[in-house]
């Protein structure tokens, strides 16, 4: 079954229609603050998956600094030529082997990402690496009623696919096996669900409904939230 590399591209390329496209940006409005809530301004933050650098800018202008990733050079190059920003800076790197010592970074984002790559173990355990004791990564994982999920279709026929077949129950079920520990989560639902559809529901219904899971973790060790 073929799926597709980790690389962040840009949304589009993977046959997004222009709602989600809208919902993946007015959840970015959601996970800035929420990244403030609980992350450290005097500390770098990494975001991986970067694409063309639109959450990366969204940081920066938070008030972080912040390193970009992705392995495409295409928007790697993309993102330089969009925004300067003395705060950013941005960097081609594979997510399953990043050019990061163990432990010597404090704050990592990785939004719409994971759940396209290959071996999302594998890739996951390579951000743990990189993250100091005490560390946080914060995770978006499009949820069940995003539209994406439709490219992972054609390997019911058998065919080759762009699968996005990880949810969010199965990241936190592979974070808390790698010994990470959920601090805060939080759901982002189209404008067709709204909040007396979920307040009452338990944190695996209220995913059902998302359209977008966001996850706060901290990595074992010394606690800094």
Known sequence: MKRLKPNGIKAQTFGMSGAAICGITAAAKKIIPFIKQYADKSEPLLDIGCGDGYGTLKLAEAGFQVAGVDLSNEMILLAKQRISHHNVRFEEA??????????????????????????????????????????????????????????????????????????????????????MVTIDEFGVYKKEVTQQHYTSLPVPLKQALSFMWVFCLRKSGETNV
């Open 94 to 179: 594979d997510a399953r082997s990043l050019p990061f010592g163990e432990g010597g970074i404090r704050n990592v984002q990785a939004i719409n990402m994971l759940e396209w790559t290959e071996n999302p173990l594998e890739v996951l355990q390579e951000w743990i690496r990189i993250l100091k004791a005490g560390g946080l990564l914060f995770v978006g994982l499009l949820g069940p009623t995003a539209g994406p999920r439709s490219n992972s279709y054609p390997r019911l026929q058998g065919k080759d696919a762009l699968c996005h077949t990880m949810i969010p129950w199965e990241f936190a079920k592979m974070a808390e096996e790698l010994g």
